[in-house]
């Protein structure tokens, strides 16, 4: 098992002429694609528990994905996807499970039960969550996006034992960091408005988090982000 805080030498992303890796021969590999924030996720969680040399990444340049992805691999043709003893699982929070359960490393759930409950609850949120602030940019922004940072930010005051949701770094943090590391970054920079004002638990949460090595490999470029946040939300308004 690697070390924790190993740094990946990253493969270049796979395209349209690219060959296959050699499929189903026995090596864990997570499909992934170095700027999407769902397959982020299952990045952060392969990091943190030290699997760099068990679970090897294939990325892929979703603009230009190769055709074999879709036909021999995963139909759903999106990432990310995990390929693990002869199957491919998708979907990023049923893979953060996963991986949290199926391999070793550090236990990215607490066995306490009020907390892992706690952990459904905030888990099952993150799409009313991503899906609100999203729509927000086509509309009354900050009015629209702050409960959904309010949400966070009352669920930050649950457990007073850590910064991070559950007290330590959890499967509910990795669910919510690659949104609103995003979110952070073009709300700021398009609407002026800063998530983590009157918002401190927030902000440590934003502070300590990035302290964590398994996550700050992960980050995407904030330039090229807001380019296309703008082109894909603005362009028509």
Request: charged share 25%; with cysteine; proline share 8%.
């Amino acid at each position: 098992m690697a070390a924790v805080g190993v740094k990946d030498n990253l493969p270049t992303p796979l395209e349209a002429t690219s060959e296959p890796p050699p499929l189903f021969d026995g090596t864990t590999r997570l499909y992934t694609c170095y700027t999407c924030p769902f397959a982020q996720r299952v990045w952060i969680t392969r990091n943190f528990k030290g699997l760099q040399d068990e679970i090897k990444l294939v990325p892929l340049n979703l603009g230009n994905r190769p055709a074999w992805y879709k036909e021999k691999v995963y139909p759903e043709n999106k990432v990310p996807a995990l390929e693990h003893n002869g199957k491919i699982i998708g979907e990023s929070l049923d893979l953060i499970k996963y991986v949290d359960s199926n391999f070793g490393g550090p236990s990215l759930l607490p066995d306490d039960p009020a907390k892992r409950e706690f952990a459904e609850k905030l888990i099952a949120y993150t799409d009313t969550f991503n899906k609100t602030v999203f729509t927000s940019f086509k509309g009354d922004t900050v009015k629209e996006t702050g409960p959904a940072f309010d949400h966070l930010e009352n669920a930050l005051h649950k457990f007073d034992d850590g910064p991070f949701f559950l007290g330590q770094f959890s499967l509910a943090d990795i669910a919510f960091v690659p949104f609103v590391e995003r979110f952070q970054i073009f709300l700021l920079e398009v609407f002026k408005y800063d998530i983590t004002a009157g918002r401190p638990k927030l902000a440590k949460w934003i502070e300590e988090i990035n302290k964590i090595d398994a996550y700050k490999q992960t980050k995407t470029d904030p330039i090229e982000l807001v380019e296309f946040y703008k082109a894909r939300f603005l362009a028509q308004q």
